[in-house]
């Protein structure tokens, strides 16, 4: 249905409303062949462009804008206004205050939410050819013609082509420097090596303006405070022959009023000032009420102004500080500042200014922060859609930001659910008979503290800009279902800290996790008589892992740009390899100190615990066409090898497919693992050792806040070796691709700027669960007797096509 839209809106002439002798913009077309100028930067000079397209075939804007009938819209507008009047008018009669209008008709919204269609004007098209021109100027091709020409279509659309004729580009022979201020030039000369006007380039004003702004900022790191771009300036050449140009960068002296009073300018070298002294206000709040004398403490070179007891200790606010007195200003280290002090997350504003200080070449600093609320309390609610089950949860969460004065963050959430989820090892229940009671549980609270700097029993002395952090995390949860009841514990400590803007590296040299299981009689006898699977009967045990977890990421996504990224997350962990190695090393000096049991297994605390080595990694790529457009491209994959002492990977950290994060067209933790196919007699959770997963999405604004997604979803799970009870389940080189499933859908998105929720459809197009060539079930969509044919050969159960997801966020 979705492919069928198109054809539908193109139905709806985009052009129907336009007047006689008006024409649509339909197209621009850029004929380039003598640059190598990409042709998206001049589309950019365009002064006119076409309606915003979605889905790359139609212009959903305007067609939402068309729906509406401009004439009826107004008649409508004095209407509802006359009746509001007169209902005012009886209101005010009654000696009561009238009401506002402020009533959106539906046909207002559509005209608001819209896009008015582009009519074309031959004026702007000639404008647009000019500021082409002036880009293949600006480029250095001098010797140029830019013609443009209009091509009517039927049905009132016009498509304007623009044609660049071009001669070979002029180059930059040499750049010499006039600066008259000796000492400013031992500066820029000393770094000209870095110089981005390159001898033999081609001659580029954009090249240009960005030297501008490279020397700017060196000698703004350099005590040049007051020094700005406008103070560069350039002559260049053109008339040395043979196609090339001499460039001067030139640069003038300060300029500055000869007195107050007086209106003429008189020049002087620029001036190198250093940081005198450093005034810090950590509960800044405004002008308007900053009149009362505040308290001073100096430490070290700074002085603290605040009132009564001081908020923060003074070692995080000057570590959070690079501005050091004595030394010359530099821009680097305020808008490391402005970072550092931002990351702490205890300030709601810093503003960091200078004011010349009476001694010449002196800057005074003031550097001011108004504190957030300390403490908060909220209430999360939320409902909830995990695998097609539904439920809802609630959440207190209890924020403290500066426990012990540090900046420390300390959050205690105290989480409680319910939800309604199939009876375990009964495929005849359905999710509407589950529906009836929610049969599942879930309680407990999570404890988390976030340290702004490393907390370890021996002096380490991380860079500052690393912004360390040391993070606690502990969480006790309760699950209570019908088949068995859980209880989940977990406790971890680490370390945080930033390599460079796009490196990030985290550490947990120990993570716990104790899952303790109590099964009812009815699912236990049911587990030993009809599951001899050991992976499914290991989930259902009590078992106990100790890891070491190491994270690497890599983001290269600026907020502060509309442009591509890239963003690389890879997580690997050992678990209980040290324990068992240590184990071995007593038991080798003291023979039998610690016992093993009949399997070959140590316990701890008469827990078997977990013993395994995992890796996974996850790549994404977004690729921004434009401001409505964006396509998100995914792989991601993992491994797991279960060692000696336990030999299957715990349940919570096997793999799984499927779900609102993944494949999007199977519920969660109902793919695979590998042609694995269940015959419907009951129903666990299925996971592997080994993942496999890709992901495309196409994503694009609607209106407002609401956005629509396109997606294909790929991939699947395995077993490391063959299982007996899971034929096919297993990886094998020559099969494993035969077995990805595929699965398309679409999606739309509610975006709060927070938070965003979400919902998509998950459509199964290629189930490797059965044999070749009957993978490929989309073509069973609509064919009653494969359905019926399934349920029958499945113990009843229902084939599901589609599969509905709600999630928070994006799914990547």
Not at 86 to 96: L, S
Not at 312 to 340: H, M
Not at 365 to 389: D, F
Not at 558 to 570: E, G, M, P, V, Y
Request: contains cysteine.
């Amino acid at each position: 249905m979705v492919f069928l839209l198109p054809v539908l809106f193109d139905a709806c002439n985009p052009a129907r409303k336009l007047k006689n002798g008006e024409y649509l913009l339909y197209k621009n077309h850029v004929i380039n062949k003598d640059t190598k100028i990409d042709n998206s930067e001049i589309e950019s000079y365009i002064k006119q462009k076409p309606n915003k397209k979605i889905l790359l075939v139609f212009r959903f804007h305007l067609w939402l804008y068309n729906l509406a009938n401009e004439d009826n819209v107004k008649r409508k507008r004095i209407l509802y206004d006359e009746k509001f009047e007169r209902k005012n008018n009886r209101r005010i009669a009654k000696g009561k205050k009238p009401k506002i209008n402020d009533h959106q008709l539906f046909g207002e919204w559509l005209l608001n939410i819209g896009e008015p269609p582009v009519v074309y004007d031959s004026i702007m098209t000639k404008k647009s050819s000019k500021q082409i021109k002036s880009l293949l100027n600006n480029k250095g091709y001098f010797i140029n013609t830019v013609t443009d020409s209009v091509y009517y279509k039927h049905r009132k659309r016009a498509s304007v082509y623009y044609t660049l004729k071009a001669s070979a580009p002029y180059t930059v022979n040499k750049i010499e420097y006039r600066i008259p201020d000796d000492q400013l030039s031992y500066y820029v000369l000393a770094d000209s090596s870095n110089c981005l006007i390159k001898k033999g380039n081609n001659y580029d004003v954009d090249v240009l303006q960005a030297e501008r702004e490279r020397i700017t900022t060196e000698l703004n790191n350099n005590g040049y405070y007051f020094f700005s771009k406008d103070y560069i300036y350039y002559e260049v050449d053109t008339t040395i022959g043979s196609k090339k140009v001499n460039v001067t960068l030139g640069i003038k002296n300060f300029a500055s009023k000869l007195s107050e009073t007086s209106d003429s300018i008189v020049e002087s070298p620029h001036r190198r000032y250093y940081i005198n002294n450093i005034y810090i206000e950590p509960d800044y709040v405004s002008k308007k009420y900053e009149s009362a004398p505040k308290d001073s403490l100096k430490k070290n070179d700074y002085v603290i102004l605040h009132k009564g007891k001081l908020r923060y200790k003074t070692r995080v606010l000057l570590g959070a500080i690079f501005i050091r007195k004595g030394e010359l200003f530099q821009l680097q280290n305020v808008e490391d500042s402005y970072k550092r002090l931002s990351e702490l997350k205890a300030f709601k504003t810093i503003n960091i200014s200078f004011k010349q200080a009476s001694q010449g070449d002196y800057l005074d600093c003031y550097i001011q922060m108004s504190p957030i609320y300390k403490q908060s309390l909220t209430i999360e609610t939320e409902g909830t859609n995990t695998s097609g089950n539904l439920g809802f949860a609630s959440s207190i969460v209890y924020q403290n930001r500066n426990l012990f004065r540090g900046a420390e963050i300390f959050e205690l959430r105290l989480k409680g659910g319910v939800e309604a989820q199939q009876i375990l090892g009964n495929s005849n229940n359905t999710i509407s008979d589950a529906a009836k009671q929610f049969n599942t549980v879930e309680l407990g609270p999570e404890l988390n503290v976030t340290i702004p700097r490393f907390l370890v029993p021996f002096r380490v002395n991380p860079s500052k800009r690393a912004n360390p952090r040391t993070l606690f995390t502990s969480s006790v949860i309760y699950q209570r279902r019908q088949d068995y009841t859980r209880y989940i514990t977990n406790l971890s400590f680490g370390y945080s800290w930033r390599e460079t803007a796009k490196k990030r590296h985290t550490i947990n040299p120990l993570v716990i996790n104790f899952v303790k299981v109590g099964l009812s009689p009815e699912f236990s006898q049911y587990l030993n008589e009809n599951v001899h699977d050991l992976y499914t009967l290991n989930s259902f045990s009590n078992h106990l892992s100790t890891s070491t977890v190491y994270t690497f990421t890599f983001n290269e996504q600026d907020i502060r740009k509309q442009a591509n990224f890239s963003f690389l997350k890879i997580n690997a962990e050992s678990s209980g390899n040290i324990l068992r190695g240590f184990y071995n090393t007593v038991n080798s000096i003291q023979p039998n100190t610690f016992k093993m049991d009949n399997q070959g297994r140590y316990k701890l605390l008469d827990i078997v615990y977990s013993q395994y080595l995992r890796i996974d990694g996850d790549f994404r790529y977004y690729f921004n066409s434009n401001e409505i457009n964006k396509v998100v491209f995914r792989l991601a994959g993992g491994i797991g090898r279960p060692l000696t002492n336990f030999t299957s990977l715990p349940f919570e950290r096997s793999f799984f497919s499927g779900g609102s994060n993944g494949i999007r067209a199977w519920q969660s933790r109902t793919l695979g693992p590998g042609s694995y196919e269940d015959d419907g007699s009951f129903s666990f959770d299925q996971f592997g050792d080994e993942q496999i997963e890709g992901n495309v999405e196409y994503r694009f604004k609607m209106f407002k806040m609401l956005n629509g997604a396109l997606f294909v979803d790929g991939g699947n799970v395995w077993l490391r070796k063959p299982n007996p009870s899971k034929p096919g389940a297993d990886f094998q080189l020559d099969r494993f691709y035969k077995e990805i499933a595929l699965g398309s859908g679409a999606g739309l998105r509610a975006d709060f700027n927070f938070f965003v929720i979400r919902l998509d459809v998950g459509l199964k197009v290629r189930d490797p669960q059965f044999t070749e060539p009957t993978r490929w079930v989309i073509s069973n969509l609509f064919n009653p007797a494969w359905k019926s044919n399934y349920r029958a050969t499945h113990n009843g159960k229902k084939y599901s096509f589609l599969v509905f997801n709600i999630g928070i966020n994006y799914p990547f």
